[in-house]
């Protein structure tokens, strides 16, 4: 009894009991009747290959941004500070400016990646994934003892912290910046930017 051991959509593999293979049209029997010949092909003409032993696996390529690898952009600074990591940051007219709710500032694209970026330097920026930080690294972000709230979805106040409650004052923007999975793991999860 012959056993389909692969398939790609047009073509199977389909193997027999004598471990001989062959390669079949999975074509609808409607569409090779448009075509006498594939008909005639398959049936007078099919393709078989033999079943080779598992080959050994060649070397690795090159090496590539896995699954787990923070997403980073780079950007240039316009703060007088410096931008310490975990920091939201927006982009303000070409360049990287505290984030806050005020609304010139609207609109966090990530957290600060790097351990620092200094007044008007380079760096970069985390855009997704997770970033953990240690309770008193997240204390200075938050500006709040404890510093991020497990569970909760956070956003930026007026200043530029990340805190677990929404702006709710008019004029103020609520942009959200991610969800704290624990209290030293950030999920960046940007979204867009509603004013007040």
């Not at 609808?28 to 049936?43: F, G, H, K, N, Y």
């Not at 790097?114 to 938050?142: C, N, Y």
Request: negative net charge; hydrophobic residues 40%.
């Amino acid at each position: 009894m012959p056993v389909i051991v692969g398939d790609t959509g047009t073509r199977s593999v389909v193997v027999d009991a004598s471990r001989t293979a062959a390669i079949v049209s999975n074509r609808p029997v409607s569409a090779q009747l448009d075509d006498r010949r594939t008909i005639e092909s398959l049936a007078q003409q099919p393709r078989t290959v033999g079943l080779a032993s598992p080959g050994i696996q060649g070397p690795k390529g090159e090496p590539g941004a896995s699954a787990g690898e923070p997403v980073t952009s780079s950007y240039t600074s316009g703060e007088a500070a410096p931008l310490v990591r975990g920091t939201p940051v927006s982009k303000v007219n070409g360049v990287l400016r505290r984030a806050t709710s005020a609304p010139a500032q609207a609109g966090v694209i990530g957290l600060v990646f790097d351990p620092s970026i200094p007044p008007g330097g380079a760096g970069r920026v985390q855009i997704a994934g997770s970033m953990v930080l240690t309770v008193a690294e997240w204390e200075g972000i938050t500006g709040a003892p404890g510093g991020i709230v497990a569970e909760a979805t956070h956003y930026v106040d007026a200043v530029g912290h990340l805190v677990a409650q929404a702006p709710s004052a008019a004029g103020e923007v609520v942009a959200p910046v991610g969800l704290a999975v624990s209290n030293t793991e950030f999920l960046i999860e940007t979204g867009p930017a509603l004013r007040l």
